[in-house]
């Protein structure tokens, strides 16, 4: 293919003349870095009252109190993120020592994310662009998250992982892969309760690939683990909303169809705009090729699409809440590494562009920004959630008006938009780039 032969250029053979493995070890090692040099420019925790929270539970259990905080049993919260990072409180008794040992492990941990992104770029793509995909993976913003004490980074790699082994047992559904993969879910599931969205995801894509009878092990084992957990609840007199932990309130509030369908317009909107426009583009287009592409591609697009779409309404749901009404980007930054290994298969594919898929798959990607109430939005409360908004309020504070900035943003989404359209093919490698 035409994007082939730029790829296998000098700079290709100098890609391939240093293992892999290298590559990916340097990757990882200056994203920490960098990483850590940015959150040791943050002075104190600012996301009230999470980070103390997790916090807490760190130093309690460093102090051998369980999980705990200050001698109070606590449960409801993931497990996984306070135990990543006791550590730093069982080295350290000075708080500041300790706080700084905490982003230190956050750089590690989040950036390791690198590794689960290229191994399931590499089940699609050559070895080049899967190094891409992963350096990719940790060039997002929100890994700034890495300056504060939050469950984002053990998440963040946790949830990409658990995406590979998904594929892997799309492809071949043995018993042994099904239950790793239910055993991955769970674990993030005691990262994150968020994660809850994994288990009708991994349910729907086999349905979606038409090789629901192959995983009759996984559909078995979660069945009745979930009808376990549902009666171990009502024997102790609680609510089966107990499973959530400490988000078990959100499953008080009677929802209304309409405004979660109006918070779900907004948060692929936002997710849209967060990737820059392309890679929604590449996806939309893989999505209408699938009985085109190669078989082997389907297994990654239905994990894709399934987790997307049960993430994505989850949190929307959430957002919908009178209490909330933002849009939770850093509940969903975990699916732009999804969207850019989709951008680089397109690539890799040959920029396909047929000319109704690609026609409205461009004009969709440039148009969605659009309905976001970005003068409503951009304000203190995004600070801790959506950092798109921070850079959209910085345009606004030095250039133009609060009721110009929804001008700017589908100006800049109709060029992206665009130049999906009118890149040649052998120059297609340079909208990732662009990314």
């Known amino acids: 293919m035409a994007v082939r032969a730029v790829t296998g250029s000098p700079a290709r053979s100098f890609v391939q003349a240093v293992p892999a493995w290298a590559w990916l070890t340097a990757i990882v090692g200056v994203s920490a870095a960098a990483r850590l040099f940015f959150a040791l420019r943050i002075d104190a925790p600012w996301i009230v009252v999470d980070e103390l ?62 590794v689960p992104a290229y191994f399931l770029a590499r089940r699609l793509l050559p070895v080049g662009l899967s190094l891409f995909a992963a350096l990719l993976a940790v060039a997002l913003p929100s890994l700034l998250y890495a300056g504060e004490v939050m469950t984002e980074n053990a998440f963040y790699p946790i949830f990409l992982a658990v995406v590979l082994v ?143 779409f049960f993430l994505l309404l989850e949190v929307s749901a959430f957002a919908s809440l009178p209490s909330v009404q933002r849009i939770e980007e850093r509940n969903l930054f975990y699916l732009a590494p999804l969207m850019l290994i989709g951008l680089l298969v397109w690539v890799d594919q ?27 939005l951009i304000g203190v409360p995004s600070q801790s959630d959506t950092l798109l908004m921070l850079a959209l309020w910085r345009v606004h504070e030095r250039w133009v008006e609060l009721d110009a900035v929804v001008a700017v943003v589908v100006v800049c989404s109709v060029v992206a938009a665009l130049a999906f359209l009118v890149v040649p093919r052998r120059f297609a490698i340079l909208l990732p780039l662009g990314v």
């Not at 998904?166 to 042994?176: D, H, N, Q, S």
């Not at 969709?364 to 109430?373: G, N, R, S």
């Open 166 to 308: 998904f594929v892997l047992t799309l492809e071949r559904p043995t018993p042994a892969r099904q239950l790793l993969l239910l055993g991955g879910c769970v674990v993030a599931y005691l990262t994150r309760a968020q994660a809850l969205a994994f288990f009708p995801a991994i349910v729907a894509a086999p349905i979606l690939l038409g090789t629901w009878r192959s995983f009759r092990v996984l559909y078995a084992t979660l069945g009745g683990a979930a009808l376990i957990a549902v009666l171990a609840q009502l024997a102790r007199g609680e609510s089966p909303l107990g499973l959530l932990g400490a988000y078990s309130v959100a499953g008080d509030y009677a929802y209304e169809p309409a405004e979660v369908l109006r918070w779900l317009v907004y948060h692929v909107a936002e997710l849209d705009l967060y990737v820059g426009v392309f890679p929604f583009a590449a996806l939309v287009v893989l999505f209408a090729l699938w009985s085109r592409l190669p078989r082997s591609l389907r297994p990654f697009l239905a994990a894709t699409a399934s987790s997307s």
């Open 350 to 376: 040959g920029a396909p562009r047929p000319p109704l898929a690609a026609g409205a798959a461009a004009v969709l990607a440039a148009a969605l920004p659009a309905v976001i109430p970005y003068e409503r």
């Open 53 to 114: 929270i997790y916090s807490e539970l760190a130093r309690g259990i460093a102090a051998g109190d369980g999980f705990s905080i200050r001698g109070v049993a606590t449960p409801g919260y993931g497990f996984v993120y306070p135990i990543v990072i006791a550590p730093a409180y069982l080295l350290f008794d000075s708080l500041p020592q300790a706080y700084a040992a905490v982003k230190t492990i956050n750089s590690v941990v989040v950036s390791l994310a690198a």
